[in-house]
């Protein structure tokens, strides 16, 4: 293939960073805008995100949750009434202090979250056990003034969907926390094919006012961790802080119990460093702008176009199809449809036409196969199906090659020792301290206590004091 028709991408293995960046860019995923660490999300990485969000959308309603939509600006004394919330997000709001010239009477903060918004919300309009539960979620975009950003891994803003929801007691917010948290793993299992760690947070890694927070942990090709979703629950927190009260079946005023739980574009980030290769993007079908490309072969001869066309026409009632059929060569063609990841090319030309076949190249694989004309529909069905879990597959075999058990921190700093090893296993005895010793020391932190507790051993990998969580450490995007 002549080397003009080939978009270089840094070799994975040379530069995992900058194969990241040029992938997100020559797939056409995102632009850079003017404004540091803001970023344009073409139409193709618009597409990508906006199936992902189409497949959480409908799984969020089916559990009851009703969209909605929050205002932008959150005035300073909100955002400020409970403590711990304004802690944590201080460092990294934007500001607005003026309208046109004039000087607000009070800055606003654009939002990084919505958790006041909603209580306010909330303390309004919730009287009595008969208001609850308030399940309620909004798509929206949101504003972090990041030092370091990368495109959809950290971005000043990006886009999410944050649920904020309201119960009668503490099971059933914890219920809801746990619930949400299923549900990501959910789209990140079947859809993504992203194999996940469900746990949750260490008290020093845990959301800003929450009681609990849960999380799902994915792993990259590079042996870094990255964490996916969470779910946080709130207890009565906040609705102490912000008043929201309601009056019982015993005729008694009680505190709600919240949750909110938050899935991102960071994800499209994920999908990017899981599945993708030195030929760029890797696309599970279920989530593929386009499944199909079809590709004509010496499409000026007679009849290849309306061949083509027409297949395209009896695929397109059941499978995201495109053809190209623009007067670039095929080489040029090939390449671009595997950078942007697209699963199965079909390639069609005089011989296939007349022979009464097509051929089809996956992109997970590379393998070509000759179909049947006849059977092309339901091959590529089956197909579709085959690489959607043939991927999950290959993310799960990738993980579990990249998890250790540790039992001394000899052998713990070793791994981490200039390398990303992966995830490690490794007692610990609930100390904040022992964090930090590992985070200053290895890098590492702790991604969560995984609800599947195994024992390794019975001290902590830090201290040697007596442990009883095993907690999954990483070094982490
Ligand atoms: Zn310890």
């Known amino acids: 293939m002549a080397k003009e028709f080939v978009k270089d991408v840094t070799a994975m293995e040379d530069d995992f960073a900058k194969w990241y960046t040029d992938v997100v860019t020559k797939a056409e995923l995102v632009d850079y805008s003017s404004v540091r660490g803001s970023m344009i999300i073409r139409p193709y990485g618009y597409a990508l995100w906006e199936n992902v969000k189409e497949a959480l959308d409908q799984r969020i309603k089916a559990t009851g949750h009703e969209n909605v939509y929050m205002p932008l600006f959150i005035p300073e004394s909100l955002l400020t009434k409970e403590k711990d919330h304004i802690e944590g997000f201080a460092p990294e709001v934007a500001w607005v202090t003026h309208g046109g010239d004039e000087k607000l009477a009070e800055r606003l903060v654009v939002r990084p979250t919505s958790e006041v918004l909603f209580c306010e919300h909330y303390?309004?309009?919730?009287?009595?056990?008969?208001?609850?539960?308030?399940?309620?979620?909004?798509?929206?975009?949101?504003?972090?003034?990041?030092?370091?950003?990368?495109?959809?891994?950290?971005?000043?803003?990006?886009?999410?969907?944050?649920g904020h929801t309201a119960h009668a007691t503490a099971e059933e917010a914890q219920e809801e926390t746990i619930r949400m948290l299923e549900e990501y793993a959910y789209i990140c299992e079947e859809f993504l094919g992203i194999p996940v760690v469900k746990g949750q947070k260490t008290e020093k890694e845990?959301?800003?006012?929450?009681?609990?927070?849960?999380?799902?942990?994915?792993?990259?090709?590079?042996?870094?961790?990255?964490?996916?979703?969470?779910?946080?629950?709130?207890?009565?927190?906040?609705?102490?802080?912000?008043?929201?009260?309601?009056?019982?079946?015993?005729?008694?005023?009680?505190?709600?119990?919240?949750?909110?739980?938050?899935?991102?574009?960071?994800?499209?980030?994920?999908?990017?460093?899981?599945?993708?290769?030195?030929?760029?993007?890797?696309?599970?079908?279920?989530?593929?702008?386009?499944q199909v490309m079809i590709v004509p072969i010496a499409q000026h001869k007679e009849g290849v176009l309306d061949y083509a066309y027409a297949l395209k026409n009896s695929l397109a009632s059941s499978i995201r199809v495109g053809i190209d059929a623009s007067d670039k060569k095929p080489g040029w063609k090939f390449n671009e449809y595997e950078m942007k990841g697209i699963p199965l090319r079909l390639e069609v030309g005089p011989k296939d036409i007349e022979a009464g076949q097509v051929v089809l190249a996956r992109r997970d694989t590379g393998e070509k196969m000759t179909v049947a004309a006849d059977r092309v529909k339901e091959v590529i069905h089956v197909l579709l199906e085959t690489i959607q879990r043939d991927m999950f597959d290959k993310a799960l075999e990738h993980r579990e090659a990249n998890t250790a058990s540790v039992t001394s921190y000899e052998e713990f700093v070793t791994l981490f020792d200039g390398k990303n090893p992966g995830f490690v296993k490794a007692m610990w005895c609930g100390e904040r301290a022992c964090e930090d010793k590992i985070k200053e020391e290895t890098s590492a932190t702790s991604r969560c206590i995984p609800f599947e507790q195994e024992s390794i051993g019975n001290t902590c990998v830090c201290c040697g004091k007596e442990a009883t969580k095993l907690v999954y450490w990483a070094k982490a995007y």
Request: charged share 20%; net charge positive; glycine share 8%.
């Open 206 to 290: 845990k959301f800003a006012g929450a009681d609990a927070t849960y999380t799902i942990e994915t792993l990259m090709h590079d042996g870094k961790a990255l964490q996916s979703a969470t779910s946080h629950n709130f207890g009565d927190g906040f609705a102490k802080a912000f008043n929201i009260q309601y009056l019982n079946k015993d005729g008694k005023q009680a505190y709600v119990h919240q949750t909110s739980w938050g899935f991102t574009t960071r994800v499209i980030g994920a999908l990017i460093m899981v599945h993708g290769d030195n030929r760029g993007l890797v696309i599970p079908p279920r989530i593929a702008p386009t």
């Open 123 to 162: 303390s309004n309009i919730i009287h009595s056990y008969r208001d609850l539960p308030k399940l309620y979620n909004q798509w929206s975009n949101v504003v972090r003034w990041e030092k370091t950003t990368r495109p959809f891994l950290r971005t000043l803003e990006f886009l999410w969907q944050e």
